[in-house]
Each structure stands twice: as C-alpha cells, then as structure tokens.
C-alpha cells in the first residue's frame, strides 16, 4: 500500500467488488453502534442519576469513564492487530462491546455501571482502529478512499443522530433500554462479521508486547483526554495541579517517555518510524488538526444552542442533525475525490470550505434566524466531509499494508487528543469571556474555531507538497 495518493484515474474508477462493499457495510454498522454510545447515554445522565440515587456529578462518570477507556485500549490495537489479525480483534471487540451493553443495563448501582462502562470502553476502543485495518488491507490503496467514505458515515451520524434517539429511549422506556438496544444489534453484527470478516493470521507475527511502552501510552493518551476535557468543563485553569493540569501534565510526560523508549526498542508498540514518511507526517497532522475542527466544535455547538440560543436538550439534538448529516452526504464523493486527486488536494479544498462556513459564526448574533443556521451547519457539515476524512486516508495509502494496525491506531490517538484539545481551548475562552456578554464570548469562541481551521489548511497544504514530491520522486 506505499503507492502514494493521486493514482491515475484509470486505476482509482476501477469497480469495488461486491464482497468488499459487504464487508465495509458490516464494518460500518459495528462503528455506528460504538460511536453512537458516545453521545446517547449523555441525554440519559440525569434519570441515571435520579433512578439509582447518586450525585450528578457522580452520574457524569458514566460518560467520562467510558471515553477514558476508549483512550486506554486504543493503544494495544496495533499490537493485538500484528499478533492476531485485525477481523479477530474486530469480531472479539464485537462481542465484547456487546456482552457489557447487558452489564451497563443490569447495573444495580452508579458504581457497578461506571466499571461496566470502562469494560464498555476497553472493547469499544478496538472496534474503529481494527475496522479501518480490516477495510484498508481488503480494498488496496487506489480504492481506499470510497471504501473508507461508507465508514465515514457511520462514524459521522452516529454522534449526530444520538442525543436525539437517547432522548427517544427514554420517551418510551427506562435509561437501561439505553444499553439494552445494543444487544440486538450485536447479535446481528457478530452473525454478518462472523460471515464476511476475515480472520487470517497475520504472516510474519511480531515480538512480545512491549509492556513498558504499553503502559506509557495507555497512561498518558486517557490521563491527556481527561486533564483537557475536565479543563474545558471547568472552564479555567484555575483548580491546578490536583484538578485539571495535574493529568495534562502527567499524561504529557508519559507520552513523551514513550517517545524515548520507543526510540530504544526494537519492537514497540507504537512504531513511530513510520512519521519518517513524510506524507505520513503530514496526513497525521492534518488529521490532529482537523480534528480539533471537528471533534472540539462538538463541545461549542451544543452551548452555543443551549446558553446562546436557550434551546432545550433534545432540542438542541434536533438542531444540530444537520451538521452530522451535511457530512453523510458528502463523503462518498469526499471518497471517490480522494481516489481520483489524492487525500492532500481534497483536504486543502475542504480546509477553505471549513474555514468559510466557519467564519459567519465568529461574525452573526446568536439571535440570527434559525435557517441561516442550519444551514450554516448543513454547509459546514459538507466542508468537514472534504477536510476531515481525506487526512486519514491519505496516512493509510502512504503505509505499507503489514504497518495498517500501527497507522489506524495512531492517527484515532491523534484524532482524540486534538479534538481534546480543541474542545478545551474553545470552552476556555467561551467561559472567560462569558461575563462580560454572551454574544461577545461565543463570537471570541468561533474564531478560535476559524483559527483552528486556518491551521487544519496549513497542515493540508504541507500534505498536498508532500503527496506531490512522492509523485514527482516516482515518475523520475
């Protein structure tokens, strides 16, 4: 898979076969029930908290644990990928994911269902990385692009369409049908998976798990992604140390320590060589940063409805539909672009495109009309499809097929951390500026978002040099 994006358009119009698109639909739907658990037991934290009697601050922990985890197991991917073969470990984190959705809903106890989210999370973590593996070694890099766009969606929809079913659940029923309604749905995605994944064994196995650097990276990526978002919460920097940036700072040096160690082991379990590439460099980067665009907007978004506009829960749900499904909508032909042009060039157009359906919210009243809103949404949806799902693939297509496992596991870590960070910067200054004005505090919000934008097209326009040198390297 090293053959570099911008493949002729003869090779990237070649037809996806048919078992390849069931095998990407069967991946897709075990993604959309992991990332649509995300976001549909936040609308259902307040009955949790009433119906087993704890604190809601207590009742927040359902939410939190479960991402922490998420960030814990990601790094044992790329390993377990090399030792195993990624459809096992997809299969596996299937049936996991699967048999703790019936833990979390037996839970007798606000402690028991946060343990039972860790073990929900550990699974949940595997189900993406080891689902783009699976995609990328099936499908060949001149086709990757379409084939990762139907993944795309999923993973797209699910966050945006989960406020507005978990507030549906809990109309008709109690907040364990929450994660009772992943069972059906696990049943049937084991069956398709059992059917049409591969489970082949990797031909040349790796070495012994590198411990030490496991649990550097599994300490630091969670301790980061809580220290960022607990500090975005909190909207100051205020509580130090033992509150927020005591786990910024942890998880900051552990990272770090990894990076030593892994430059002095031979087999660890993250192989950072592969940023050597420099189109692979280049795409994590953008990748990072456009996630910050995407994944920390999800945080201003909702406040922006809720403190700016006075919207409801779930009506805030509704309203921001759009921007999940602006993005559904395009990335098919966000995919066949990529396969035709190469990941860099499409994340340049989509980087402007973010940039200027960024910018009206940095610049409108938060009592503009609300069509000029979803539409706004719906447009920047569209422009993220362009900017934030070609990065990915284009690490992917740089890679050989044997370093998928380490590539998917690296670039969701770096997806998660800068949508992290992201989401703290924006809540930092919407709450410092809040006092003094709502309309000033989200204007001063949305152009940090535009700047965060601004810098996801820098970094696309490095990928797109990059991609352009291996080319111009090739042909001579």
């Known amino acids: 898979m090293t ?3 911008g493949a002729p358009a003869r090779a990237a119009d070649e037809p996806i076969p048919r078992p390849v698109w069931r095998l990407a639909l069967v991946i897709a ?6 990332q649509l658990d995300t976001s549909v037991v936040n609308v259902g934290l307040g009955t949790i908290a009433t119906d087993l009697h704890a604190e809601l601050a207590d009742a ?10 998420l960030g814990l197991s990601l790094p044992a991917c790329g390993w377990l990928g090399r030792r195993y073969g990624a459809g096992r470990v997809w299969l596996v984190s299937l049936a ?17 269902l946060v343990a039972f989210r860790v073990a929900q999370g550990l699974t949940a973590g595997l189900l993406l990385p080891a689902g783009q593996t699976v995609l990328g070694q099936a499908v060949g890099p001149h086709r990757l692009g379409r084939v990762m766009a139907s993944l795309g969606i999923a993973v797209t929809l699910a966050p945006a369409l989960g406020p507005a079913f978990g507030g549906l659940v809990l109309d008709l029923g109690s907040w364990p049908w929450l994660f009772l309604v992943n069972l059906p749905l696990g049943a049937l995605g084991l069956c398709l998976g059992l059917r049409h994944v591969p489970r082949a064994r990797p031909p040349v196995q790796p070495g012994s798990l590198d411990w030490p650097g496991l649990l550097l990276v599994a300490a630091g990526v969670p301790l980061l992604i809580y220290g960022l978002s607990a500090w975005g919460e909190r909207g100051a920097a205020s509580e130090g140390f033992g509150g927020a940036l005591g786990p910024v700072a942890a998880g900051a040096l552990a990272l770090a320590a990894f990076a030593w160690h892994a430059r002095r082991t031979a087999h660890p379990v993250l192989d950072l060589r592969l940023f050597a590439n420099r189109a692979y460099a280049a795409a994590t980067a953008t990748a990072a940063l456009t996630g910050a665009a995407m994944f920390g907007a999800t945080l201003l978004f909702p406040l922006y409805f809720q403190i700016g506009r006075d919207t409801g829960v779930t009506g805030t749900g509704l309203a921001l539909i759009p921007l999940g499904l602006g993005t559904a909508l395009l990335l098919p032909l966000s995919g066949r672009l990529v396969d035709r042009l190469g990941g860099g060039v499409v994340s340049v157009y989509g980087g402007l495109a973010t940039v200027v359906t960024t910018l009206p919210f940095a610049l409108l009243d938060t009592d503009v009309n609300v069509v000029a809103v979803e539409v706004l949404l719906l447009l920047r949806g569209m422009a993220l499809a362009l900017a934030v799902t070609p990065p990915g693939i284009a690490a992917y297509q740089a890679v050989a097929s044997e370093q998928l496992p380490d590539a998917t596991t690296q670039v969701n870590i770096l997806q998660r951390l800068g949508g992290a960070l992201g989401g703290t910067v924006f809540a930092v200054v919407l709450a410092g500026k809040l006092p003094h004005g709502v309309d000033g505090a989200f204007h001063a919000a949305f ?18 040099a990059a991609q352009r040198r291996d080319r111009r390297a090739e042909a001579g």
């Open 3 to 5: 053959t570099p994006a």
């Open 29 to 34: 739907f075990g993604a959309f029930m992991s």
């Open 60 to 69: 927040q922990w359902v939410a939190n644990a479960y991402l922490i985890a």
């Open 96 to 112: 996991g994911f699967t048999l703790t959705s019936g833990m979390c809903a037996l839970a007798g106890g606000i402690g028991w």
């Open 447 to 464: 152009w940090w978002l535009t700047a965060a934008s601004v810098l996801g097209l820098g970094s696309a326009a490095w990928l797109a």
